[in-house]
């Protein structure tokens, strides 16, 4: 058995070197740059109105992103929620700090580059599943990578079978990361940090077949939790997302900056090592070339992705259920998820790493005795002692498990496009007994073959995305026209005729719209 799982390691790190090093960062930043220069920086070009259009609308009285339009769909502020319920997890703490552990503080800064580009790439991503959605026979909307890959890239001449292809691996992958990184993964770091916070002496309560008790208590009781709530549907899940996301987010926020001002000399040095070693290398002990830039990249890039998830396509499959009509309006929800996970919640982290005094900032190593696993708790004890262990302990609790939640329906999403909606519900019962599983789970591999899957899932979504380019242009070029220049065109906002049709409701919309740009 030992060899079986040491060969598979082998396989496995043969598989991921090709897909994240070889093919994924040349496809994720190449699909960022075309679809930023395609759509004329419209993350920078058009800040102000996205921004008023996503978090900024929120807090107007009677928001129309809050607002459900009927049983079967979600607001636009449930889906980002739900969105950064399965993008803000174990990638946003021990993900970062192993970034910076492994590739050194130069890392982070290409962490920042690939998430300003996968902006306009979480953008793409949802435009196109908005626009290529349709309704299943529960009346439910559905989107995702499956469908713009079969009936956008499929519809090209010659295209027809690649794209059907391309979408049902797609599919494959993602129900298998979702066991993966979106089940079994986060919950093996919950464990791991609730064990660290409150149960040191893990075999206290005795073990079973090996396996501490107090993990099994752990596992059970996440599975029971997840179980009431994702078998209730995307709507329980999403209601569970807008109350505890925006909470968990701000307090973990603050008690960063709270880090950050306490270590505030060191704020200088650890700009100045982001950069230096952005573009060098990172020493190793004795002075020898170490971290080439290679690494510095994959691991910024490889790590912003697994938390933010630009790119895998992913987060789209809950972006399409919104309400929303506007394929553009989703789109600017998928870039204030992309920057509000990687420039807020990602950099606040790198911060309370880089500060504390765990890595050398002169050389970019990490000192001794230092786990990436476990060194933002390190750091929030250090400065809080026990409370602060406390704390991350339950930060990662509430990270990890909303991630599982999220990544539960991105499965569903998948599961549906494979065999249909009466599936589902067999997906969502073994999904919720896998949980169990990640509790007692000792291996890294499940986690390092969850991060291959991850990789596998982004090549056929970027392969669409940037073939479908063209499409994603003429939707923005065309909201830009009637709502920010009020010219009167035709709107793009199905690629079925009869979806267009039946939005009888648009120039209400538009009006609304209009109104709201130029108030």
Request: hydrophobic share 50%; net charge positive.
């Amino acid at each position: 058995m030992q060899q079986f799982l040491e060969k598979l390691a082998t396989v496995n790190d043969s598989v991921n070197t090709f897909v994240w090093v070889r093919i994924g960062l040349i496809l994720l930043i190449g699909a960022g740059v075309i679809m930023t220069v395609c759509n004329r920086f419209f993350q920078v070009s058009h800040i102000a109105h996205w921004w008023k259009e996503t978090i900024g609308s929120i807090f107007g009285k009677g928001s129309a992103s809050r607002k459900k339009t009927d049983k079967k769909s979600i607001s636009q502020f449930q889906a980002l929620c739900t969105a950064l319920a399965a993008t803000i997890g174990t990638g946003n703490i021990a993900g970062v700090s192993a970034a910076i552990v492994i590739g050194g503080p130069g890392a982070v800064f290409w962490m920042w580059i690939a998430a300003f580009l996968g902006m306009m790439t979480n953008y793409s991503e949802n435009v196109l599943g908005i626009y290529y959605r349709r309704r299943n026979r529960n009346g439910e909307w559905s989107g995702g990578a499956m469908y713009y890959l079969a009936d956008g890239l499929g519809k090209y001449k010659g295209m027809k079978w690649v794209g059907k292809v391309l979408a049902v691996l797609f599919a494959i992958f993602a129900v298998l990361a979702s066991f993966g990184i979106g089940n079994m993964g986060q919950v093996n770091k919950i464990t791991l940090n609730l064990q660290s916070a409150f149960f040191k002496d893990t075999e206290a309560l005795g073990t079973v077949g090996g396996i501490p008790v107090i993990s099994l208590i752990i596992g059970a009781a996440l599975m029971v939790l997840a179980g009431l709530i994702i078998i209730g549907g995307l709507q329980r899940i999403a209601s569970f997302a807008e109350r505890v996301v925006p909470f968990m987010s701000v307090i973990y926020v603050i008690g960063a900056l709270i880090i950050c001002i306490m270590n505030y000399r060191n704020i200088g040095a650890m700009f100045a090592a982001i950069f230096k070693f952005a573009f060098g290398i990172k020493a190793v002990a004795g002075g020898a070339a170490g971290v080439a830039i290679r690494e510095v990249i994959t691991q910024g890039c490889k790590r912003g992705v697994f938390s933010n998830e630009a790119g895998l396509g992913s987060s789209v499959m809950v972006h399409s259920s919104s309400n929303v009509k506007e394929p553009v309006r989703q789109g600017m929800w998928g870039i204030f998820e992309v920057f509000f996970d990687t420039f807020v919640v990602c950099t606040m982290t790198a911060i309370v790493v880089l500060s504390s005094g765990h890595i050398d900032l002169q050389t970019g190593l990490a000192k001794e005795g230092v786990e990436d696993a476990t060194l933002v708790a390190q750091v929030f004890g250090d400065a809080f002692k026990y409370p602060g262990e406390v704390f991350i302990a339950l930060a990662m609790l509430l990270f990890a498990f909303t991630t599982v939640l999220g990544w539960s329906q991105y499965g569903t999403k998948a599961v549906e496009y494979l065999f249909g909606t009466k599936a589902t519900i067999v997906y969502k019962v073994i999904f919720v007994l896998m949980i169990i599983s990640g509790a007692v789970m000792k291996s890294s591999l499940a986690w390092d073959i969850s991060d291959t899957f991850n990789g596998l899932m982004m090549i056929p979504n970027l392969i669409g995305v940037v073939a479908l380019f063209p499409v994603v242009s003429k939707i923005t070029k065309n909201y830009v026209d009637r709502i920010l220049k009020n010219k009167n065109e035709e709107p793009m906002l199905s690629y079925d005729p009869e979806i267009n049709k039946s939005f009888a409701d648009l120039k209400e919309d538009v009006t609304v719209a209009l109104s709201e740009s130029n108030g």
